[in-house]
Every structure is written in structure tokens, then in C-alpha cells.
């Protein structure tokens, strides 16, 4: 057998084994939090109200842009906050390949991105002005999978402190808003070290049980690492998000835009996931990027690639 041949073997065999162990590992640890996180779910039969009275089947409403109250009050929102798991999935936890668009795909410009992403709420009871304190921590990695050796180029690491709120229109839940201290980095030092401190401003708002808007920003009262004094002109000042799930969550799509410096400028995220199977929270999954400030350490590159994989979702109406 030729040299070429033998060593095409034997990368195949080692990515194949580090894709099984990462996907474990993966899968592993967020396993758990998905599984309890079906137990928090809001009853489907009194979630909605419209004039007064209970919309059972608002899931097959195709008018999703139709304004319809969640039929939860404010009492039984904080029964079923402080009822629920206090440990469950917070954004999206995916493992993707794919190629860039902007360049050629090859060994060396191919590659995979993985995201585990978790939250923990620290308070039982509600706090004063019925808010409630929760911590969350977002890891995301870039792998050169298809490289030479297969390094990986890049860790992100995102922890935060946060405060969340309900809100309530007419004693019925709309949504939610929080603030949040957060930390990002990518654990290096030296001239590759990237990091920023900032306070997150956000809020949710639920049209219906099929659509949401929520809105990021972060105000200037930043502490930048030396390498990373002008990340946000590149990042972002924040995002505005808008979800929809079809019926029985069959197929979720979301728009990611962040408005970054200089007049029209913005980085978007489109991604679509279709569910694996009935009350699962797992889902196949596409990703489209582009813009800067996908990773930490290139922050400055601009980037447009598309990847597919599989993710693990959080609940549709989680509120924070």
C-alpha cells in the first residue's frame, strides 16, 4: 500500500475517534440538563390567552406574527420557577463542520466548531422586586479538524453573573428581562490573548408560542485586555434576535443580527434546525456566519462559512 494512502487511512481512523470521544464528552454533559428541561415546559392546553379565554390550539395559528398572551400569571410564573430544575441548557449546544465561503474549501480552511452551553439559577425563592440570580457559561471551540494534525485554533470561554425578571402584561407573562456581568476570553496570553468585561442589558418578548424577539446591548462601561481594545467596533454592540418554531417544534429557525461600527454595517447569523423526533430536544442543524468577531482570536477577520451538524436546543420559552 502506498505511504499517501496509508497515512489518508490513518488520519480518517484518528478524526473518526476524536469526533466519537468530543461528541461523548459533549452529549455527556449536557444530557441531563435537556432531559430536566422537558420538565419545566409550559402546559400546552392553557399557555395562551386571546379576549379572555384560553386558545388550546394556538400551535396551528399560521398568523405567527399575531400578538396572544401567554396564559401564565405573575404568581404562577415564580410557582414554576421556583418548582423548576435550577440547572438546564442556556443557548444553543451544537457540533458543526463546514467550509468558509469567502475563500477556497480545503484541508486547511475546512473545519469544525463545537458550543456547550449551560445555566444554573443560585436562588430558590424569588429576590426582591421578584427577580431571581442565575449563573451561566458558554464554551466555544474552533478545530482545524481536517489540518494536519488537527490543532485547534481557537477556545472561547464566557461566564456570566446575571439578574432576571419576568414581565407581564395584564398579569400575563410577555416575557422577560435581565442584566448580566460577563467575562470573555479566550484563555491565552501574550500577544494572542483576548478578553473583554462587560455589563449585558437584555429582554425577550413572546408574540405567541410560535414567535419571540429578543434584544442584546452592552453598554460602554467595558474593560478591554490590551489586544482588545476596539473587539465590539468589530463584535458588535449587540444583537437582535428573532425566533420561530413551527408546530410541535418541528423545525426552529433563528436570525442573529449585530450591529457593529459604521453606518449599515452588521454581522448575521441565519441558522435552521429540524427536530430529531417528538419531545426531543435534539435537532439536525445548519449555521450561516458572516461578519467579524466569530472568534476571539480573529475577531478582525471577516468571515462567511456555512456548517451543519446536529444541537441540543433550549426551551422555546425559557426566559433567560
Known amino acids: 500500500m502506498q505511504p499517501g494512502m496509508c497515512k489518508l487511512i490513518a488520519l480518517n481512523s484518528f478524526l473518526t475517534k476524536m469526533f466519537g470521544v468530543n461528541m461523548f464528552i459533549l452529549f455527556a454533559i449536557i444530557h441531563s440538563s435537556a432531559m430536566a428541561q422537558d420538565d419545566m415546559r409550559f402546559p400546552d392546553d392553557r399557555l395562551c390567552q386571546k379576549n379572555g379565554e384560553t386558545i388550546k390550539e394556538t400551535i396551528k395559528d399560521p398568523q405567527i406574527f399575531k400578538t396572544i398572551q401567554l396564559g401564565i400569571s405573575e404568581e404562577e410564573a415564580i410557582r414554576m420557577t421556583d418548582g423548576s430544575p435550577a440547572f438546564a441548557v442556556y443557548r444553543d449546544n451544537y457540533f458543526v463542520t463546514g467550509i468558509p465561503l469567502n475563500k477556497k474549501a480545503t484541508s486547511e480552511t475546512a473545519d469544525a466548531a463545537f458550543q456547550i452551553s449551560i445555566k444554573h439559577r443560585i436562588t430558590k425563592q424569588i ?191 425559557s426566559i433567560f
Not at 485554533?153 to 464566557?158: A, E, I, K, L
Not at 479566550?186 to 478578553?195: C, E, K, M, T, V
Not at 481594545?229 to 458588535?236: A, E, F, L, S
Open 127 to 317: 429576590l426582591p422586586f421578584n427577580t431571581f440570580a442565575y449563573l451561566t457559561y458558554t464554551q466555544k471551540s474552533f478545530w482545524d479538524i481536517y489540518a494536519e494534525s488537527s490543532p485547534f485554533r481557537d477556545t472561547n470561554y464566557n461566564p456570566g453573573l446575571g439578574l432576571g425578571k419576568y414581565l407581564f402584561r395584564d398579569n400575563k407573562l410577555a416575557g422577560a428581562a435581565s442584566v448580566q456581568i460577563m467575562h470573555e476570553s479566550n484563555g491565552r496570553d501574550g500577544d494572542d490573548s483576548r478578553s473583554w468585561n462587560y455589563l449585558n442589558l437584555s429582554m425577550k418578548y413572546y408574540f405567541n408560542t410560535h414567535f419571540s424577539l429578543a434584544g442584546e446591548f452592552w453598554p460602554p462601561y467595558t474593560e478591554f485586555g490590551k489586544n482588545s481594545t476596539d473587539i465590539i467596533d468589530y463584535k458588535g454592540y449587540g444583537c437582535f434576535s428573532a425566533n420561530y418554531v413551527s408546530n410541535k417544534n418541528k423545525w426552529w429557525l433563528t436570525a442573529d443580527i449585530l450591529p457593529r461600527k459604521g453606518f449599515g454595517n452588521i454581522n448575521t447569523t441565519l441558522m435552521a434546525a429540524f427536530r430529531v423526533s417528538p419531545g426531543s430536544t435534539q435537532y439536525l442543524f445548519a449555521r450561516f456566519f458572516q461578519g467579524y468577531g466569530e472568534s476571539q482570536k480573529d475577531y478582525k477577520k471577516y468571515v462567511i462559512s456555512i456548517r451543519v451538524g446536529i444541537c441540543i436546543k433550549p426551551d422555546f420559552l
